[in-house]
């Protein structure tokens, strides 16, 4: 019982189209899966849905697909960013995974006082995050930004974003979502936490929603999926 | 700014105690951390609370500790099992560090229809789950109990425990959580679903609550924590 394979291309998609593949995915498919021509997969642009397409022809080189019928419309997420503050190479892999999975709109790498990381690879997380796309269903790849210290993103910050921080010296206090609808974020500190002036700042933010994730310290890769997690079944695509 | 040692330590603990270190732990204080007679650590027994703790000396072989002051009363999480379907290797390690995280009394492999797993290793997950409960601050170790076939487990299904069940199909229905307190179970699926003999079987269970997360399909891992979010924050230690 194999499933369809499920390709991001970065071109845009109409039925009828043929289209060229760049011989990585070429490869993949006449090489790593082994796929005959004839075969049929599930391709999305990030923009117009997911469409049948046929394998006319490919090897390691190069091929071409054929574009069928459309079998899933676009299906933007809400907008929703999710900023989080890289951790190591794994964990950061992790959480650009997960924030597609859970219907991030867009990442953002964020540096913090606390925050104790390599450097971050934008163009790796991107590949990460067309994977997450394939894999999850989703018709949409979030973009993933450069990354930017917290004190440039705050001075910057969009007027009328909301802001979901997840801050783990709540415990006891309600730190309710309110039910607002409109652009949000939401904001996963490092594992060390923000540190005291970070915390001050960031409460004094217009439109800013500190917000509790239980008694136990999580990891950041768990924190970013536990706070969509809430914003999305309040605020997002999951009522 | 390092931050405490914390160590779980399988021997009842109090104040005033001394404590001998198996040599695993002995050598990982010396030899690894490369800690002093005299450091003070936080040790949990899981049951007693946190303490404080003092090494009297600790070489490979073995060592010894003073147990001080209790830091942290027992918080034992809430009477919640999680149960899900072991995938690949690292991925089922991961479940098992975030249920912890999260707040599981009680971690059960199930086997189900589309499970398709590398034989599962109880001890070596067990040694996950008390790692997990190391580095995120809690006090409880959850057991991890053998692995169990799905039916198995439902036909022995303990009268009045209720079971969330998370439905990749649901999209669409409400699928809420009951505000109903008392002892629950989550049960994740396996990265195929539920075969729709299973599906039907836990429907018709008593006390099944079917619940949706979301239109994207998410990774077993993520599936677990989202699931684990909503029980927490809706009726759990989170609130």
């Not at 783990?168 to 309600?174: I, K, M, N, P, S």
């Given at each position: 019982m194999a499933s369809k394979v499920r390709l991001y291309l970065d071109h845009p998609l109409a039925q009828g189209q043929t289209v060229q593949l760049p011989a990585a995915q070429a490869h993949y498919l006449s090489g790593v899966m082994r796929l005959p021509a004839g075969t049929v997969l599930s391709v999305f642009d990030g923009r117009s849905g997911e469409f049948d397409a046929t394998i006319l022809q490919a090897n390691k080189r190069g091929g071409e697909l054929e574009i069928g019928e459309l079998t899933r419309p676009f299906q933007p997420p809400p907008d929703l960013w999710l900023a989080f503050a890289p951790i190591k190479k794994a964990r950061t892999d992790f959480i650009v995974e997960k924030a597609v999975e859970m219907g991030a709109a867009r990442i953002l790498p964020v540096l913090t006082e606390f925050t104790n990381s390599e450097r971050v690879r934008v163009d790796r997380l991107q590949a990460h995050a067309v994977e997450a796309a394939e894999q999850c269903g989703g018709t949409f790849v979030p973009e993933v930004a450069e990354p930017v210290k917290l004190a440039k993103l705050l001075d910057g910050w969009p007027g009328g974003r909301r802001l979901m921080f997840c801050d783990?010296?709540?415990?006891?206090?309600?730190g309710e979502l309110p039910d607002l609808p409109g652009p949000w974020a939401v904001l996963v500190g490092p594992e060390g936490g923000f540190s005291q002036a970070e915390r001050t700042r960031l409460r004094k933010l217009d439109g800013a929603h500190p917000v509790s994730l239980g008694p136990r310290i999580l990891r950041a890769d768990t924190a970013a999926v536990a706070a969509l997690t809430l914003w999305q079944h309040r605020l997002g695509d999951w009522r």
């Open positions: 783990e010296r709540l415990v006891g206090e309600t």
